[in-house]
């Protein structure tokens, strides 16, 4: 797909790349096995109805896989969780136990695993699915919210590399 005319897409990225963003992972269960995915592209939407929305490249395995899902849940990552990020944001990894090694429960709305040292997490339904160019941005309804690490201090993403917020 082309770009915008007149948007060099390398320019683009390095412009987009100047708005910093949390990071939070994005986890289902299918058939039984937990998939997850890094996301930085998520935000809240609505108060009534309570609704949020992350945005999954079409071409990531966990963007069918969270398509077939009915319910999933989104952990925001404190700033100790860098090696999490960068393991959840890996193309091609083992799908087969891709959580081993990492801290989580099964949310209580949706079963899907809430890591252990978020500072903040939230349990979705899937409202609806919108084409958002070379990515879907799905929206979805909040079934709960939970603060598993609530001292926890944000992981930031800013200008191409990880970021720690700084008490003043």
Request: proline share 6%.
């Amino acid at each position: 797909m082309p770009m915008s005319a007149g948007v060099d897409p390398e320019e683009y990225r390095r412009v987009v790349g100047r708005f910093a963003t949390g990071i939070t992972v994005v986890t289902t269960v299918l058939d039984g096995a937990a998939h997850a995915m890094t996301v930085n592209a998520f935000t809240s939407v609505s108060l009534e109805p309570t609704l949020v929305l992350f945005c999954a490249e079409k071409i990531a395995r966990f963007h069918d896989l969270v398509s077939g899902a009915d319910t999933w849940a989104v952990s925001v990552l404190g700033e100790d969780a860098e090696e999490a990020s960068r393991w959840f944001a890996t193309r091609g990894r083992e799908i087969e136990g891709q959580l081993n090694g990492w801290a989580s429960h099964p949310g209580p709305h949706t079963g899907a695993p809430i890591f252990e040292g978020a500072i903040a997490a939230l349990e979705c339904r899937t409202h609806g699915v919108h084409d958002g160019g070379d990515h879907s941005i799905v929206v979805g309804e909040v079934l709960g919210v939970s603060l598993p690490n609530p001292d926890g201090s944000p992981l930031l993403y800013y200008d191409g590399s990880y970021h720690r917020v700084h008490p003043r």
